[in-house]
């Protein structure tokens, strides 16, 4: 550190130099005085004696070996003084690099969070997610509760195994105060916390005495904070869960999360609990950390094998041929956030990237022209000395300047976007670390800032340097062939920022029509004046089928009484598509069909006529459908289809499960219309489909339909007084319209194709930008030129003709590299489209088409200024 003492300290140490010289040099004129000199003699012939006293300091410092160092910093200190002397060219390029470096931070700052950072558990290399899935469709489902159960007990894998769900089970009526709130309650074992390593931070997580208790809770900050005031003094206390108490024992820190991120509370799963008492009924997903040294390959087999003697009681789940699958714990989180979140995630890094790539073509051809501008200055350097390397280092000094203060100013659009991001809750995040601009990003923006300033500022530089001194000293620069190379360097570099910027508008337009296509698929029934509305009535109150049934009874009965509302229906809410077990068909024998379709749906006699689902063959569900009556099911097309024989579809029974199962044969009454579901973040998909009647099958999960004969959300407030009136202890639905209920489903798509038009619009602009400086430039160069073609007869259609041409040519030979650019690379984008190839013509002609009228506008106005040139004035200023 001895070095950095001397740095700060040089300025007194530079005047203690300059003082000591300067004693020598008196006590020498004072020397020579006393032998006779005049002052003035004496003080000549000191310093004639003495030396140069200026190169004697400057050798002197170099002993201090800091000389490259305050050169650089001259070098800085010039540059900044040369960006304020042209303050127009300096907000323009400082304008363009913040754009460009703030999105590439923002976006990096979200990957950094989701993708590198690990999570913020103990042991988080360690940490997998146990799920199952079938080798046919490589969907990872649940596992049972069973399964975990033995997994427990035989694996030797694991350091340690945990459980949670949130499949079924998550939803708890939480009573406050008189007034009765779903919350999402998530069941988890008693190892749940101490797997992850995380204390509470008030009171403590679940331990083995709590399995005795009757319910225990640990509840999320926010829970304890929105809904309890944050009292500490509620440790110990009970709150009220499904009308039963429930103890409170700990609440978890503000920033711990898991999947999913709403979750409220984590009950303790015990051992008189329904998980134990129907652990094959009971999904939950398994958790653990592995032991140091144990792959996840070895581990899954493992655990396979211990499946595969467990399965065995249960032939049903046999037959669905699922095994267990490893994957580490942070990955999954970011699938089960979304399938192409990662994927998603790093085209749009990539996007940003090429925004950024062709702002910084833009600022290099503005360097391009304003070393132009400087060949004098430049030229004056080289004849004092200045070597080529000289000029080099110093103009890369100028442009990593310039890039610096452009990536404070991103730093500065990246925080305001984080912001944005976190606080508006524009795109669902996998739970763990929080998204922010930390070190990691600052020390990414300072590699950005290098990399970008030595990106744009090298050509400029090296092109700068290859000065004809000649030439220069003269003042000829403006027909000089570095003016001709430079201008020719600029045509190509526009011709890239055109190519890439076709490209991002290619990726921009099948997304927008992707998401067009998503949001515009028939679902198979009428969206309009439709609302949905989920309601989940108390287990302890709703155990007997009779009173469920009396509940949907008396809702019905006060909603269809309601103005304004058309009809009313109940039936399951509206999810993505599910899978269901074998079904048997009654004459085929032992065969069974497998079939991957919707879980049947219980469903009250109107929602076919509620939801606009057409009736295509036999009858409706009615009022004689009853728990005595002979069981009956209705089917969709796909169902009848794929498992009914053809022509006897109307009186053919089937079964749920094989053919020894206890389900009772239904006999199909009818065929509606396929429904679309939507599948995970994929799309749409028509599986088959099963309904039956709700006084069959009663449900006491399930959603108020209502069409509506005006705006939906008039009788939003009538429902929930519905609902109280006729059972107070039943939580008040949020109501929502079936277009709001998907919105969630196109979440996704929607804020990618937000993001890269945006992105498309900012390269269009600076591609448009480009285009507009470079012909700028060039009528300027070619003043002397297009003054004598118009004082030789040339009009305003050839000077018109002349200058679009050029910027023609340049606008061609981009969108042509572009077109072959994004063929190659939107086929990356093939997962996200819905409804459309990656290689669609009319998104390609139409890009091709705007891009081509926006570069021409462009072209137009530096071709007007030259139409406008007057001959006389031109000529004479040559």
């Not at 969630?744 to 619009?761: D, N």
Request: hydrophobic content about 45%.
């Amino acid at each position: 550190m001895i070095w950095l003492r001397q740095l700060l300290s040089r300025r007194r140490r530079y005047d203690e130099l300059a003082e000591m010289i300067q004693e020598h040099l008196e006590e020498k004129i004072a020397d020579l005085i006393d032998r006779g000199m005049t002052r003035e003699q004496a003080e000549f012939a000191a310093r004639r004696e003495f030396g140069n006293v200026t190169r004697i300091e400057e050798r002197s410092r170099e002993i201090w070996q800091w000389p490259n160092l305050e050169s650089t910093l001259a070098d800085i200190r010039f540059a900044m003084r040369q960006l304020v002397k042209s303050p127009g060219f300096t907000i323009t390029a400082l304008l363009t690099l913040a754009l460009g470096i703030g999105v590439n931070v923002a976006v990096f700052s979200v990957i950094n969070a989701v993708l590198l950072s690990p999570l913020p558990y103990k042991n988080a290399d360690r940490l997998v997610m146990i799920a199952e899935q079938s080798p046919k469709e490589p969907v990872p489902a649940f596992d049972t509760y069973r399964e975990y159960e033995e997994w427990i007990r035989n694996s030797h894998s694991f350091e340690k195994l945990a459980g949670a769900t949130w499949a079924r089970n998550a939803g708890a009526v939480f009573s406050w105060r008189g007034e009765k709130k779903e919350v999402m309650a998530v069941p988890a074992t008693v190892a749940f916390f101490s797997m992850l390593g995380v204390d509470a931070v008030q009171g403590r997580t679940f331990a083995s005495q709590d399995l005795n208790s009757a319910c225990t809770v640990v509840l999320s900050h926010s829970f304890w904070e929105e809904r309890l005031g944050g009292e500490p003094s509620w440790i110990g206390k009970s709150l009220t869960l499904d009308d039963q108490p429930c103890m409170i024992v700990g609440v978890m820190p503000r920033n711990f999360s898991f999947y999913p991120k709403q979750t409220e509370l984590w009950t303790l799963i015990t051992p008189n609990s329904k998980f134990t008492q129907k652990p094959w009924d009971m999904p939950i997903l398994a958790f653990g950390i592995l032991k140091p040294g144990v792959g996840r390959p070895a581990a899954q087999e493992e655990l396979a094998s211990i499946q595969r003697r467990v399965i065995t009681e249960n032939p049903s789940w046999a037959a669905m041929n699922l095994e267990p699958v490893l994957e580490d714990l942070q990955s999954e989180f970011t699938w089960l956030t979304g399938r192409n979140l990662r994927q998603g995630l790093l085209i749009l890094f990539a996007v940003v990237g090429i925004v950024l790539l062709i702002a910084c073509v833009n600022v290099a051809n503005l360097l391009l022209g304003r070393a132009t501008v400087r060949q004098r200055e430049l030229g004056v350097r080289a004849a004092l000395g200045a070597g080529r390397s000289r000029l080099i280092r110093q103009l890369l000094t100028e442009s990593v300047v310039l890039s610096f203060f452009g990536a404070c100013l991103g730093v500065l659009f990246a925080v305001l976007s984080v912001r944005y991001i976190t606080t508006k809750g524009v795109m669902e995040l996998p739970p763990g670390n929080p998204i922010s601009v930390n070190w990691e990003v600052l020390a990414f923006t300072f590699l950005l800032a290098l990399m970008t300033g030595a990106l744009f500022g090298v050509m400029p530089a090296w092109k700068a340097s290859r000065l004809d001194l000649n030439e220069v000293l003269k003042q000829s620069g403006r027909t000089t062939s570095h003016s001709t190379f430079t201008h020719r360097t600029s045509r190509n570099l526009v011709v890239i920022e055109v190519a890439l910027s076709l490209i991002v508008l290619v990726a921009a337009g099948l997304l927008i029509q992707s998401l067009l296509r998503l949001k515009n698929a028939p679902l198979g029934y009428e969206r309009d004046h439709l609302l949905t509305a989920d309601l989940r009535l108390p287990a302890t109150s709703y155990a007997k089928p009779e009173d469920t049934l009396s509940f949907w009874d008396n809702l019905e009965s006060k909603l269809v009484s309601l103005p304004g509302i058309q009809g009313v229906a109940f039936a399951p809410a509206l999810s993505f598509e599910q899978g269901m077990g074998p079904v048997t068909v009654e004459g085929a024998g032992s065969r069974s069909h497998v079939a991957s379709a919707s879980d049947p749906e219980s469903i009250s006699c109107a929602y076919f006529r509620v939801a606009g689902i057409p009736l295509l063959q036999g009858r409706e569900f009615s009022a004689d459908d009853r728990a005595k009556s002979v069981p009956v099911a209705i089917v969709d097309e796909t169902f009848a289809r794929q498992f009914l024989p053809k022509g006897a579809e109307l009186g053919q029974r089937i079964k749920l499960g094989k053919l020894d199962s206890k389900e009772p044969w239904l006999t199909i009454v009818g065929i509606v219309g396929n429904v679309s579901r939507p599948t995970l973040f994929e799309g749409y998909s028509q599986r088959p489909s099963l309904y039956r009647p709700l006084r069959q099958a009663p449900d006491g999960s399930l959603s108020i339909f209502a069409r509506t004969t005006g705006n939906p959300r008039a009788v939003e407030p009538e429902i929930g007084h519905a609902v109280e009136a006729v059972d107070g202890n039943v939580p008040v639905p949020t109501v929502q319209t079936v277009d709001e209920a998907f919105s969630w489903f196109t979440s996704e798509p929607r804020l990618r194709a937000e993001l890269f038009g945006l992105f498309s619009v900012l390269a269009l602009i600076l591609a448009a930008v480009g285009i507009y400086g470079v012909l700028s430039q060039r009528v300027a160069q070619r003043t002397q030129e297009i003054g004598i073609r118009v004082a030789l007869g040339a009009n305003h259609q050839d000077v018109l003709r002349l200058v679009l041409g050029e910027g023609l040519k340049v606008i061609l030979a981009g969108i042509l590299i572009g077109v072959m650019g994004a063929l190659a690379l939107t086929r990356l984008l093939s997962s996200m489209l819905y409804g459309i190839e990656t290689t669609d013509p009319l998104t390609f002609g139409s890009v091709s088409f705007l891009l081509s009228v926006v570069a021409l506008v462009a072209c137009y106005v530096p071709a007007r200024r030259a139409m406008r040139l007057n001959p006389l004035i031109a000529l004479r200023c040559e």
